[in-house]
């Protein structure tokens, strides 16, 4: 890839060299006798290039939480260190079809990767639309630097994800006001925090309720702005959060 940066590469076809990368380092790991699982040359070569593809991936749109699916399950199994030899292959032509057709037409402007609060190919295995494009609206913002928006659209995506979990578990009675509405998220976490239910890891419940304060200062702090520090002090706990309770859900 040359030339000037003005003219950067859709996204769809970065991601669809990452895949053809994979592809080939899969095949020298083989020749060499190398694991791609372990901690070598080929291995961590695969590792990153998985990583990049996420990133790429972030920036794309679909028209259908269908679509992202399908697609994330084929960056799966063409990325994974443990996909075998012709089952990579056949992924990889796979996505490489997909993104040079139906997917090509939905490459979004934006191919800076990187920065991603949640994985986009994570969160579409939940077959929840919803999820994915609230999971979309937070990336993009942590991507173009709007942190307080950034910091809002975490903040709802907790507040889901733990509704998901009660509904899972039909104790969804427990975080209800006396009218049937949902109680917001500082009832939320007060009541996830005492749920026997769920057995949440320390680093969850530790995250929670600073989730909980960058998430409400930012929606309605008046003089407080959010800052890319402010989101980097939580980003670690807001992927453990919220893939705790996917799980939780049952939706991974």
């Given at each position: 890839m040359s030339g000037s940066s003005d003219q950067a590469e859709p996204a769809s076809s970065v991601l669809d060299a990452l895949a053809q990368s994979a592809l080939d380092v899969a095949k020298k790991a083989a020749k060499h006798r190398k694991s791609l699982g372990g901690d070598n040359h080929y291995g961590n070569k695969l590792a990153q290039l998985r990583t990049d593809a996420a990133n790429a991936f972030s920036t794309m749109s679909a028209s259908t939480a269908g679509d992202t699916s399908a697609i994330a399950e084929l960056i799966d199994t063409s990325f994974s260190p443990s996909t075998g030899k012709a089952d990579?292959?056949?992924?990889?032509?796979?996505?490489?079809?997909?993104?040079?057709?139906?997917?090509?037409?939905?490459?979004?402007?934006?191919?800076?990767?990187?920065?991603?609060?949640?994985?986009?190919?994570?969160?579409?295995?939940?077959?929840?639309?919803?999820?994915?494009?609230?999971?979309?609206?937070?990336?993009?913002?942590?991507?173009?630097?709007?942190?307080?928006?950034?910091?809002?659209?975490?903040?709802?995506?907790?507040?889901?994800?733990?509704?998901?979990?009660?509904?899972?578990?039909?104790?969804?009675?427990?975080?209800?006001?006396?009218?049937?509405?949902?109680?917001?998220?500082?009832?939320?976490?007060?009541?996830?925090?005492?749920?026997?239910?769920?057995?949440?890891?320390?680093?969850?419940?530790?995250?929670?309720?600073?989730?909980?304060?960058?998430?409400?200062?930012?929606?309605?702090g008046r003089h407080f702005t959010a800052q890319q520090s402010d989101i980097a002090k939580v980003e670690d706990g807001a992927r453990v959060v919220v893939e705790e309770f996917l799980n939780h859900a049952g939706l991974l």
């Open positions: 990579r292959l056949s992924a990889v032509r796979e996505l490489s079809h997909a993104l040079r057709t139906k997917w090509k037409q939905h490459s979004a402007g934006s191919t800076n990767p990187g920065n991603e609060l949640f994985p986009l190919a994570l969160i579409a295995k939940t077959n929840r639309g919803y999820l994915l494009t609230i999971t979309r609206q937070m990336n993009g913002c942590m991507r173009e630097g709007w942190y307080d928006a950034c910091a809002v659209m975490m903040r709802r995506l907790i507040e889901l994800v733990i509704i998901e979990a009660y509904e899972h578990q039909s104790i969804e009675a427990k975080i209800k006001d006396g009218a049937g509405n949902y109680v917001q998220l500082t009832a939320l976490i007060d009541s996830v925090l005492s749920e026997p239910a769920f057995k949440l890891s320390r680093n969850a419940k530790s995250a929670l309720p600073k989730l909980r304060n960058v998430g409400h200062r930012s929606a309605h």
